[in-house]
């Protein structure tokens, strides 16, 4: 469940995060204010929040009402997409204004610029940030067990109210995430440090 929740947050997260991020950084205000509204309020309310008011409060509004796990996987998806955003738009504006210029001079237009210029050589610089917000991503799916999602904070609880024996679970879930995670991390590092010795 915990890799379910992650998957469908990161599906989400990538969708939404590169639109939001080339609108945030567009001249036009009818685009960049509604994505600036919409990443600044994802990333400065608490994830916690946002998972109960989409569970809770949404379906009062609408009348629609999603499951426990769709509401987390969406919820978590949109968390993340306010930070895929923000890294797509850093890495975007981190190419050196002389390459948009190069590309207009060839007749490029934004968008093939973009696509055969610009994001190729960006993608480079976003690869560790992306790696960092992964890994917080699976670590927030522990907010799950509040909605009452098996993942793996809620079976350590139930095992905890079973066993009462809260240090020796607590301490294998540590190990479990660092054992999930690390490996990530550490291939990270070593993309980065490949790609630095290509350069």
């Keep these: 469940m915990t890799a379910q929740l992650t998957f469908w947050a990161t599906l989400i997260g990538l969708a939404l995060g590169l639109p939001l991020g080339l609108m945030r950084r567009s001249q036009f205000a009818l685009l960049r204010v509604p994505a600036s509204t919409f990443i600044e309020l994802f990333r400065s309310t608490p994830a916690l929040v946002q998972l109960v008011w989409i569970y809770y409060a949404l379906p009062i509004l609408t009348g629609f009402q999603m499951s426990s796990v769709t509401s987390v996987s969406v919820g978590l998806g949109l968390h993340t997409s306010a930070y895929f955003a923000e890294i797509f738009r850093a890495g975007v504006n981190s190419i050196a204004r002389g390459q948009w210029d190069a ?24 690869v560790p940030p992306f790696i960092n917000e992964f890994a917080s991503l699976i670590k927030l799916t522990t907010l799950a067990s509040v909605l009452g999602v098996y993942e793996l904070l809620h079976e350590a609880n139930n095992l905890i109210n079973s066993t009462y024996r ?3 679970i607590y301490t294998v879930l540590a190990l479990a995430f660092a054992a999930l995670i690390y490996p990530i991390i550490f ?8 790609w630095q010795v290509r350069q």
């Design 103 to 126: 590309a207009r001079a060839i007749g490029m237009s934004y968008s093939q610029a973009m696509r055969r210029i610009i994001l190729p050589q960006a993608v480079r610089r976003m």
């Design 187 to 194: 291939a990270s590092q070593k993309l980065e440090q490949h």
């Design 166 to 168: 809260p240090l020796e």
